[in-house]
């Protein structure tokens, strides 16, 4: 892997992150994926799957860790969520670039690289 600013990232096909319990049991937060895929245009909308009902954080970063968006999202029925960013609307100074979606329980965190283009570039 590579750390970047205290995000463990993981590059896989897709944008996915891994759902890997440690102990085989399946993952508070799992399927973790960018709808429709890298590079993204407009806005970014995350899919995931939720164990159990629970809290979720999520945050956005740039490539040098800054933090452009916070929010926790109350809590969510167990089953697939979606989530959405729209970068010229809530992005803080958000350019086209690479950026990192982080989504975090109180036991599992997931980042996801987004490479993020304004429509019509």
């Known amino acids: 892997g590579t750390t970047v600013d205290a995000f463990y990232v993981r590059s896989e096909a897709g944008g996915t992150a891994a759902d890997v319990a440690p102990n085989g049991a399946a993952p508070e937060l799992s399927r973790v994926t960018l709808v429709p895929g890298n590079p993204m245009r407009g806005a970014v909308t995350v899919r995931y799957t939720l164990a159990r009902a629970t809290p979720l954080r999520v945050s956005v970063h740039d490539a040098r860790g800054r933090l452009l968006h916070a929010e926790t999202v109350g809590a969510h029925a167990l ?31 997931r980042t996801l690289r987004v490479v993020w283009l304004r429509d019509g570039d």
């Not at 960013?85 to 803080?92: A, V």
């Not at 990192?100 to 109180?106: D, H, Y």
């Open 79 to 109: 089953g697939t969520q979606r989530w959405r960013w729209e970068p010229d609307t809530t992005g803080r100074g958000a350019s086209p670039g690479v950026y990192f979606v982080r989504l975090a329980t109180s036991k599992v965190t």
